[in-house]
């Protein structure tokens, strides 16, 4: 069993930059893939980015390349999302998700573990 707790949400003007982290318990952490996704209101919930096991292979959804960079931590059993260059669009309730397979993954349904959400609020 794996639990995930969010960290670092609020509220940010338009431009501006957070960083999002996602703390995991386990022993198991290092062999897990893990994604970002969001949700805002009155929409499914939207893949973010994802990392695999070593950190040696990401990938993130069309709408936030080149601005989020998705890195983590085996040592310290965490797994962070920068975001930069925020826009208003991307006001969402934000998910840290893992997955046992070591291999990341964009579907929804892949993975095993989600934390409880961490609120983004990006003001125009």
């Known amino acids: 069993q794996v639990q995930l707790v969010e960290s670092g949400g609020g509220l940010v003007q338009d431009g501006g930059s957070l960083r999002l982290s996602c703390a995991a318990s386990g022993r198991a952490f290092s062999n897990y893939a893990m994604g970002w996704f969001r949700q805002a209101p009155g929409k499914e919930r939207e893949f973010v980015a994802a990392i695999n096991w070593s950190g040696g292979m990401v990938f993130s959804g069309e709408s936030v390349k080149g601005r989020f960079t998705i890195s983590r931590d085996n040592a310290k059993n965490t797994v962070n999302l920068q975001m930069n260059s925020l826009k208003p669009e991307d006001t969402a309730v934000y998910y840290c998700?893992?997955?046992?397979?070591?291999?990341?993954?964009?579907?929804?349904?892949?993975?095993?573990?989600w934390g409880q959400g961490t609120q983004v609020t990006v003001s125009s």
């Open positions: 998700a893992a997955r046992r397979d070591g291999n990341a993954s964009s579907r929804r349904v892949a993975y095993d573990y």
